[in-house]
């Protein structure tokens, strides 16, 4: 024996195991993918579905069957035990399409499960008995035990996959179709079968609103937003009467007190009236907007939910993924031929029950029957009604058989006797009309499908309207839906946050708000907002980043220790959380000169500043004026225009004032600093003078003899 821990049939042959484990996960999965999870497309039924509705139409006789009974019929044709099968037709029930039900079935809106399965009953509804069975069409096989026929799939004259909707977790796929409105059904049917365009959108028994804007036909890029119906009318109050679909008013009251406890709504109370219909009252906090506090709703509760929708049926025992108006093609075609193969049966009877109806006119009305008195065998008297019968029947649709004449020999004499001519003829004429008709209906079939559908809808649809409102949304994130109930402060270490009490205080943010920040270097980033979190010593800016915000940055800087220097006017842009962008073109020494931030273009563009020159010479040394409005508003990543080639010392913003009549000379500006911001610094032992130091020195008109070149602008 090895010392191996492997044992020793995987040492042996370790190749024919792995084939085994392989071939046995494969049997599993393809027989949970065909046989419990995904609905059929002819039926829109899961096996345990379909095993149901069989079994309930064996035991129908028009009464209610306790629950047990059918879950212990079905158990006939399903392998799988009573468990699975008393939840599949308590959900079946509680769709109330198909089946009439009596007793506690639960609530959908609440999520209460229903009464034992011996306390509730259970019927066919008169909807079901019509749509979905057919026995003479019906394609059947042998149970799992090879005692009793089932169908192989029911042939259901309706989209009832589209109306139920289904859910099901499969080996290596889901799949999750959405119920719709019972009339928008039939009218998307009766569409297609004019060949007309049509659109589906989901219909939820829960009702509240639908945003289709990606829907995208039910397919597995699909993506939908559900959310609840509040009601404001009332003051403090708002009333929630209709809840998103996959939702029920626990888990939706569970969600809002979560949400109060992280601070993200002020609510003071929650009141939960649910029976019959969702009535849920939030009581609002003293100070809480309800415009802000719906919103949160939304963004922190399962008030709005996102739904992924992915439709996978099984088609020629075969899983295949479809859109829904593909599934509803299918269903519309399904349902035209079931409905021509019913009425080629029908036409069939039909025209066995005139034949034998006109031979025993003929058998009686001409006495043929006599025969049976003179002749002296059975075979003799066959052949001889076979005989007379035979000039009457040239027109027959089908030759007289041995078993039509025998059918005629075994009529009672007291039949004979009663026989009515008149009762007789008027039979027959009923009989050939409703031929005709049939006749007339499979000649024009999709006339007589679409009349069908419009039959079902004459009949059923007044009880399904339609209870999900389609809208479209804003998109509100999270982020801009959150209470900006903390405060961003920044201390002298460098770091930042709402649970820095230390230091000074920036402004008010939430829990979920984007920073920006922008250091010395023209180094920028977005980051979310944390209880603490190092942005750096070296700050030009930090502020809140909102919805809405569209600000402006005047930046003056050198590229790189001796470049040039630029000035840009830039707005944020796009960006990606905790990446560093480079607001300079990132060369090692460059350094920025005058940075400020505005809320508009305007703002921005009458900003001018006095650029200071090195090395200049004592009657030159004069600052360059520069106007930020001879820049356009770029992207952040521009390069910017050229201010000067010379070395810059220093730059500060121009100040207007009112003009001093003791000053010398005309138009003299002052030099005036912005507010002051901590800075340190740089490598190179320069500070960055985007807030510089104040100079009350007015500055003289410069001389109009000099030229640029002697300025350095050229």
Known sequence: MSNDSTPIYLQENPSKIQRMFGDYYLEYASYVILERAVPHIVDGLKPVQRRILHSMERMDDGRYNKVANIVGDTMKYHPHGDASIGSALVSLGQKGLLIDTQGNWGNILTGDSAA?????????????????????????????????????????KFPLLLAQGALGIAVGMNCLILPHNFNELIEAAIHYLRGEEFTLYPDFPTGGLLDVSGYNDGTGNSRLRSRARLDTSQKRIIRITEIPHGTTTDSLIESIEKAMEKGKLKVARIEDNTAAEADILVHLAPGADVEKTCNALYAFTDCQKSISPRAVVIMDRKPVFMGVSEILKHNVDFTRETLRQELEVRLHELQESWMLASLEKIFIENRIYKVLEESDSWEQSIQEIGERLAPFVVDFWRPVTRDDIVRLTEIRIKKIAKYEIHDALKHIAGLEAEIEQTRKNLAQLTRYTIRWFENLRKKYGAAWPRKTELATFDTMTRAEAAVENETLYIDEEGFAGYGVRKGEVVEKCSTLSDILTIDNQGVMMVRRVQEKFYVGKKLLDIRVLRPGDDWVFNMIYRDGKDGITYAKRFRLGGFTRDKEYQLTQGTKGSRVFFFTVHASEEESAAMSVNVYLKNQFKRLRRPIPFDFERLRVKGRQVLGNIVTKNPVERIARIMPTA????????????IMPPPPVPVEPSADGETPVSIPPADPTPIPEVDPNVTQMDLGLI
């Not at 000053?663 to 500006?669: K, Q, T």
């Open 116 to 156: 034992a399965a011996r306390y509730i009953e259970a019927r066919l509804s008169a909807f079901a008995k019509e749509v979905v069975y057919s026995p003479k069409v019906t394609e059947w096989k042998l149970s799992y035990d090879g005692r009793n026929k089932e169908p192989i799939a029911l042939p259901v």
């Open 659 to 670: 003009p001093d009549p003791d000053a010398p000379g005309e138009g003299v500006v002052a």
